[in-house]
């Protein structure tokens, strides 16, 4: 799968608008860009996000810690360490194993979960 097929897929995954943009011009002779599928607008040159850089990492950690699934999520691609808190209470927190913590193996784990259902 190449990046871009990547991306796209996680698009598809996270809901988002993988943004067809197109040159709109006002009236007034004032012109942005517009998406042809979901009508959002910029004045600016916009991008979609990149899920293969760190802002996307953040973007789509944040999407599976939300995710309903994530729990299953986080039982094959993590794990969870008691921390002691005081002598008398602790806790469970979940941790993303090592080796996904980079751009692209968060997306490719995250494009393979949702494969498998």
Same mark, same amino acid.
């Given at each position: 799968?190449?990046? +871009?097929? &990547?991306?796209?897929? $996680?698009?598809?995954?996270?809901? $988002? ?13 004032? =012109? +942005? !860009? ?17 899920? &293969?850089? =760190?802002?996307? !990492?953040? %973007? &789509? =950690? #944040? !999407? %599976? ?7 299953? !999520?986080?039982?094959? @691609?993590?794990?969870?360490? +008691? ?8 806790? @469970? #927190?979940? @941790? $993303?194993?090592?080796?996904? %913590?980079?751009?692209?193996? &968060? ?11």
């Amino acid at each position: 799968m190449t990046d +871009f097929d &990547l991306n796209k897929r $996680l698009y598809e995954i996270t809901g $988002l608008c993988w943004h067809n943009w197109d040159t709109i011009f006002t009236k007034d002779k004032q =012109w +942005f !860009f517009i998406c042809t599928k979901c009508k959002d607008s910029k004045k600016c040159i916009p991008d979609n996000i990149d899920f &293969l850089s =760190w802002a996307g !990492f953040g %973007i &789509l =950690w #944040e !999407f %599976i810690q939300e995710h309903e699934q994530y729990s299953e !999520f986080i039982l094959i @691609y993590g794990g969870q360490d +008691f921390i002691q808190k005081t002598p008398k209470s602790g806790q @469970y #927190e979940d @941790y $993303l194993r090592t080796e996904y %913590i980079s751009p692209s193996a &968060l997306a490719k784990a995250v494009v393979e979960f949702f494969e498998e259902d």
